[in-house]
């Protein structure tokens, strides 16, 4: 199971949070994606990170603006976007990896979404 | 811009077949697996499809899977009023170290 924080309204310019607890499995061994869906569109991916060891891959798009980090004493993943536009304004959602280990199979449980809108 | 392809909208009445397609490339499809996930309005993306082929356990035996060279399909075998909602198929892109997401299809139970 994982379980997204409450939804945000942020101004332009600003930085948002988004955490995702898991529970329910072994945090440690499987990757967390990270996925948005702007209003009416499809499906985005923004990256993964490994929860072992912290180490992350961000889509192109993302890089340098997106930052993925994990605290494994309380088996929660987070999402940072600095330098928000009303083009991040999506719902944005967390997935756990299928296969354990691996980072290129597909997701198999899905958070219940946190919607961001910035305005 | 999503690079794997699917047709925008499929419709049926229920008890007919649907199918949809998902086309893409060597880097992705060609060589990795492809996860169907379903979207019902206001909800979380669900997957329906596993390993390119698999149903998880509590997904009904009329849906489908199948991949062929650089396409996939989904298949719904008889079609019921609760399956109206987005289909999104996915891979593993290779070449650009990104996991994709097709274009989605809205399927339309008339």
């Known amino acids: 199971h994982l379980a997204q924080s409450g939804a945000e309204v942020k101004k332009p310019g600003a930085s948002v949070r988004v955490s995702c607890k898991a529970s329910?499995?072994?945090?440690?061994?499987?990757?967390i994606h990270w996925v948005r869906q702007a209003p009416g569109q499809g499906l985005e991916w923004m990256g993964w990170i490994n929860p072992n060891n912290g180490g992350t891959k961000y889509a192109q798009k993302f890089q340098g603006r997106v930052t993925l980090t994990r605290d494994t004493s309380i088996t929660t993943a987070f999402l940072d976007v600095t330098r928000l536009t009303s083009a991040d304004s999506a719902i944005y959602f967390c997935?756990?990896?299928?296969?354990?280990?691996?980072?290129?199979?597909?997701?198999?449980?899905w958070g219940q979404g946190t919607t961001v809108i910035v305005s | 811009q999503s690079v794997l392809t699917q047709p925008p909208s499929a419709s049926g009445t229920p008890g007919q077949r649907v199918t949809m397609s998902c086309s893409g490339r060597t880097s992705n499809i060609g060589r990795n697996y492809v996860y169907w996930y379903q979207q019902l309005p206001g909800t979380a993306p669900k997957v329906l499809i596993q390993k390119s082929s698999q149903r998880p356990s509590g997904v009904p035996d009329r849906f489908s899977a199948s991949k062929s060279g650089t396409s996939a399909s989904l298949v719904i075998g008889g079609l019921r009023s609760e399956d109206e909602a987005d289909y999104y198929c996915a891979a593993w892109d290779d070449s650009l170290s990104e996991y994709v997401f097709g274009t989605g299809t809205r399927v339309t139970v008339l």
């Open positions: 329910g499995y072994s945090f440690n061994d499987y990757y």
């Open positions: 997935a756990k990896e299928d296969q354990p280990y691996l980072y290129y199979y597909g997701m198999d449980v």
